[in-house]
Each structure stands twice: as C-alpha cells, then as structure tokens.
C-alpha cells in the first residue's frame, strides 16, 4: 500500500466525511475504540472499502501537522491496546494501524473494515458519525435504519478482505494459476490480462494506479495463506480425528491454510486418508474401501463452505471424524427446513461463493446435491444422515456401517423418510419392495419393512400416494410434502 498516497486522498477530501476523522495527538483507547465501531458502521453506510481514523491532520484544515500519539504502543492493564480493542468489537472486524514519515512528519492511520452483516459495537454500544460528530447510534433511528438496509444490501463476498495492495501483491497473494486451472482457462500470456480477469470475476476491484482491494471472494476462495487476511483466517477449515466415539483424546487435527477453492482437494484428501474403512470380501482376496462415499464428503464439505453464515466470528467449518461417524458443521442455521434438502433448491446467503463453486466444478448443480448425497449413502448401505442444528451451527453426521437391527427408532424412520425422498425427486415411490433393498431385508422378512414404514407414517413423514387404496400389499408412499 502506498500510504503516501493514501494520505494525500483522504486530505483533500470535504471537511464533514463521515467514514473519516482527523486528530492531532488524542490517542485515548475508550475513544479509539469507540471511533472503531462509528467507523466501520458509516463506511457501510456510505458503500466505502475502509474508515479511516487519521493522526497528524489538523481536523478543520486538513493541513499535514504531524502526531506524537502512539495507539499500538499503548496498553490496557495488562494487554496491549489491539487486543483489548479487538476483544471489545462485537462482530469483530479487521482493523490495523499505519504508521510512517510523509515529508519529515510523522502519521498515524487507523484502516477499518466496513460493518458487514450487522452493526459493530464496542463494549455493547453501537456508534455512529453524524456530520464529523461521533453519536450513539441507538439516538439515530433513521440512520439506525438506513444503516441495516445497506448492510442487507451488501453481500459478504463483495467486502473487502485486504485494501489497497499493488498489483504485484495480487499476484503473490491469490493462486491465480489454480483459479485458471479450475475454471478450464488459458493462463493470460501478461500480467494485465490476469489481473482483468480477477477483476471480472470480483476477486479485487481497482482502489487507484495499480492498486486493487482483494475482496473476500477473492480471498476466501482463492487466498495462498488465508493468514494473510485476519478477517477471514478463522474461517480456515478445520479437520480433527478423535480416538474412541467421543471427544476426550485427539489423534489428528489441522487447520487449513488456502482458500476453499484453491485447496479443495487438498483438503478432500486430507479428510479420506483419515476416515475409516471397511474390509470388503470380493471373489478371491479381501480389500480396503473408504467407509463413507468420496462424493457426499466433498458435497457436504462444500455445502458447509458456501452456507455458512460469515457474520459469525471466531469460528468455521469443521470435519470431525469419530470412531463411529464423521461429523461436518458449519457457523450459521439453514435457510430451508432440513427435511427438505432432498428436494428443494438449496438457498443461500452467499450466493456468489456458492456459484462460484459450482462453476469451478467443486460441488453439484443446483438442487442435485443432498440427493447424490442420500444415493451414495443407501448404495453404501449406511445409516441414514442426520441433520441437527443448535442456536448458531448445523451439523450433518454420516454414521459408520450398523446392522438394522442395531438401529434405533429415530435412525429407521429417518432413513424411510430420506428413502421416500429420493425416489420422489426420481419420479418413482416407495414400496415395501424397495424398502427391503434399502435395508437388505430378504423377501420373507416383508413385516421388517411394514413395521418401519409404520412407525415413519406415526410420525406423518410419509403418506400413501393413494389414500383411496386399501391393498396394503401393493400401497405405494411419497413423503409427506409431495
């Protein structure tokens, strides 16, 4: 970043800017930290790529005075001011301090990421800058609700993940060679050519001369060290393997470093050498296959990438893998019920990364995914998925191979249920005959079948296709939505 030059455009800027404040030496951190959340709250106000809070500008003049104020050096008790400043912001945001001679004087600038899903606070009050004042947002109720209404118009994709970087730092910090591998492209014989091309895709926008913002699409799906952007290196995904069926003893555990895009196979592989497999028994000799389907992991690890919810900080997706099942869970609830992820087109909140994934060949076309997901499952003859939410994570468990009759209640209506499921979308229904293939039941065995197909109708998540057939033998089912 060129901060000279930074400098000189935030000088001659109008003397009210609300995403910009100008000081000489205050440098107190309750105020600082207070100015942190106006900030970042009026530059998503007003569509800009940073605040900016400026030492060594006369506030009226905007004349270049030079500061003696020292924020980074200054401590809170026993902590030093970034961090006390960053465990303060609630959702925590990205915010870093400049420090340089321009001309003989010495600067300070204090760069702030926009507010993004919702409004930063710091120490639980919201702020804001009215005109060049800085007030409690909750006295703005106007500006409370413009505010929401442009953070709802804000993707997260399209916030800014790293500003200001040359275009040489572009290069060096997205694989930009595996995004052209991926997408079937022939690399740009020049370096103009590559950056276009980051840039029609919305991985940076131009801030300048040959200075670009690295947006968080750009970053999260393409970033070579996602460390590099401290908004987004808690998003890295997570792999754990524990010993036994609970989670008291770690045996593996990494923490991805590349983008999702970028380090997708990587990944994928990462997670089938430490599943579990199971011995199988063909014509002479007996061989090693993996315990779950290779593509209902990577459509399920993608699914926890694109639909997990940005907004919520200090966390990411996750696989962990048990004795007994492989557990994948992301931050953020599901924005259609899960019992209808079989059959309904997936909605989510971060739609570019999810196209972005499908066109990169990553994960499914739209609205065929859970369903390969099932598929895989009942051609593997595994327990059925479960989907379970808490107040802020979903969680998708796959189960290791288990007789039926060692199944619960609960685990043989689900997989009834998801059974009906996917023979629905398939334009076929489910039949007691069809259901003894799910399970492997043998012919003689039908009332196995009865009994579960019972216990799914108790619970209304299935119905008969024709409620005026009363030939049990031949009664055909379809799930209770259809």
């Known amino acids: 970043m060129n901060l000279d030059l930074l400098l000189t455009s935030l000088v001659v800027l109008p003397k009210e800017t609300e995403w910009v404040e100008f000081k000489h030496n205050n440098n107190n951190p309750e105020e600082i930290g207070e100015y942190i959340s106006a900030l970042a ?9 940073s605040g900016f809070l400026v030492w060594g500008v006369e506030d009226q003049t905007h004349r270049i005075i030079g500061t003696s104020a020292q924020p980074r050096q200054k401590r809170v008790g026993n902590e ?13 945001i990205d915010f870093r301090f400049h420090e340089w001679d321009h001309n003989g004087k010495r600067i300070v600038v204090l760069q ?10 710091f120490k639980g009050m919201e702020w804001i800058r009215v005109g060049s004042i800085k007030k409690k947002l909750k006295d703005h109720p106007g500006k409370e609700k413009d505010l929401w209404l442009a953070l709802a118009k804000t993707p997260f994709e399209k916030g800014i993940a790293l500003p200001n970087a040359t275009g040489d730092e572009v290069l060096t910090k997205l694989d930009y060679p ?3 591998t991926l997408s079937r492209q022939a690399l740009p014989t020049n370096r103009s050519g590559i950056i276009e091309r980051l840039g029609v895709e ?7 001369t040959d200075h670009f913002n690295i947006t968080n699409l750009g970053a999260i799906a393409f970033a070579r060290q996602l460390s590099d952007y401290p908004s987004l290196a808690r998003k890295a995904f997570r792999v754990i393997r524990y010993k036994g069926i609970v989670r008291t003893e770690t045996e593996h555990e ?14 994928i592989g990462y997670v089938n050498d430490l599943s579990p497999r199971n011995e199988v028994l063909g014509e002479a000799l007996r061989t090693e296959a993996p ?48 019992l209808r992820f079989i059959d309904h087109s997936p909605r989510s909140r971060n739609e570019l990364l999810a196209d972005l994934m499908r066109r990169l060949g990553i994960c499914e076309e739209r609205g065929s995914g859970f369903d390969k997901v099932i598929s895989d499952i009942e051609f593997y003859q595994l327990p059925p998925p479960d989907i379970r939410t808490d107040t802020t994570h979903t969680r998708v468990m796959l189960f290791a191979q288990q007789d ?24 076929q229904v489910m039949t007691n005959t069809t259901l003894r293939k799910r399970f492997k039941i043998v012919d003689e065995d039908y009332p196995v079948a009865s009994r579960i197909i019972r216990e799914t109708s108790t619970e209304k998540l299935i119905k008969l296709e024709d409620p005026g057939n009363r030939s049990k033998k031949h009664a055909k089912y379809v799930p209770f939505w259809a």
């Open 254 to 267: 990494k923490l991805g470093t590349k983008g999702y895009a970028c380090g997708f196979e990587g990944l």
């Open 112 to 121: 702030v990421q926009p507010a993004n899903a919702s409004p930063v606070s």
């Open 202 to 208: 919305q991985f940076i926008t131009s801030s300048g």
């Open 178 to 180: 595996k995004y052209f």
């Open 41 to 49: 709250n009026a530059a998503a106000l007003h569509g800009k790529e």
């Open 404 to 427: 039926l009759k060692k199944m619960d209640r609960r685990d043989r209506v689900r997989a009834c249920y998801q059974h009906s499921c996917l023979l629905f979308v398939s334009n």
């Open 80 to 92: 030093e001011c970034e961090n006390w400043l960053a465990h303060n912001l609630v959702p925590r």
């Open 291 to 338: 315990m779950y389907p290779k593509r209902a992991i990577r459509e399920l690890v993608a699914n926890a990438m694109i639909h997990q919810d940005f907004s919520i900080s200090g966390t990411g997706p996750m696989v962990e893998l048990l004795e007994d099942r492989m557990e994948i869970s992301n931050p953020g609830l599901p924005l259609i019920d899960p």
